[in-house]
T-cell receptor, first 110, second 115 residues
Framework: EDQVTQSPEALRLQEGESSSLNCSYT??????LFWYRQDPGKGPEFLFT???AGEEKEKERLKATLTKKESFLHITAPKPEDSATYLC???????????FGTGTRLKVLA | DTGVSQDPRHKITKRGQNVTFRCDPI?????LYWYRQTLGQGPEFLTY????????KSRLLSDRFSAERPKGSFSTLEIQRTEQGDSAMYLC?????????????FGPGTRLLVL
């Protein structure tokens, strides 16, 4: 069965302290891997879609990478406004169902 | 582009009552999804529409849940005979349906509390 595991569950960083969030997945025929940011009480905000191993995408201080088994979301020199929960999801072939992980709660301290 | 909108944003109801939520997707998006999210969890897939056709539905979805998208634009999600376990955030998302584009955009959600 398709599954997504995110680690760590929570992460506290000092402003400017770079780090990476992990998303491990098992899926039958990866159709896409997706990263979202979610602020408390709000809907997830789309960040990136990755389709094949080796693919990388960047947006401001965020960079997402993909291998055949996992994806990383690298945060470079984070700021307090980057504090949020970061969600990873996958979609397998033959389905429109997106499977989400439980997220990583990131707190960036000034 | 005004984004995905959902109504109401909050709903409090008593156990046993029926509730209905509305979702308006991004215009010209032909794919629409419903999810449920509880505290500390990621969104859980409920159902998927392509235009007006409901093409996929979670096996976990109780018979008390039903969704429609009658004209391929807005969608409604109805929960009959609500239970306390139905308390959650109900999220709607849409995507364009263009070939090779699977980016999904979420609405702000409807928070349901069943007393």
């Amino acid at each position: 069965e398709d599954q997504v595991t995110q680690s760590p569950e929570a992460l506290r960083l000092q402003e400017g302290e770079s780090s990476s969030l992990n998303c491990s997945y098992t899926v039958s025929g990866l159709r896409g891997l997706f990263w979202y940011r979610q602020d408390p009480g709000k809907g997830p905000e789309f960040l990136f879609t990755l389709y094949s191993a080796g693919e990388e995408k960047e947006k401001e201080r965020l960079k997402a990478t993909l291998t055949k088994k996992e994806s990383f979301l690298h945060i470079t020199a984070p700021k307090p406004e980057d504090s949020a929960t970061y969600l990873c999801a996958v979609r397998g072939s033959g389905t429109y169902k997106y499977i989400f992980g439980t997220g990583t709660r990131l707190k960036v301290l000034a | 582009d005004t984004g995905v909108s959902q109504d109401p944003r909050h709903k409090i109801t008593k156990r046993g009552q029926n509730v209905t939520f509305r979702c308006d997707p991004i215009s010209e998006h032909n794919r629409l999804y419903w999810y449920r999210q509880t505290l500390g969890q990621g969104p859980e897939f409920l159902t998927y529409f392509q235009n007006e056709a409901q093409l996929e539905k979670s096996r976990l979805l109780s018979d008390r849940f039903s969704a429609e998208r009658p004209k391929g634009s807005f969608s409604t999600l109805e929960i009959q005979r609500t239970e306390q376990g139905d308390s959650a955030m109900y999220l709607c998302a849409s995507s364009s349906g263009l070939a090779g584009v699977d980016d999904q955009y979420f609405g702000p959600g409807t928070r349901l509390l069943v007393l």
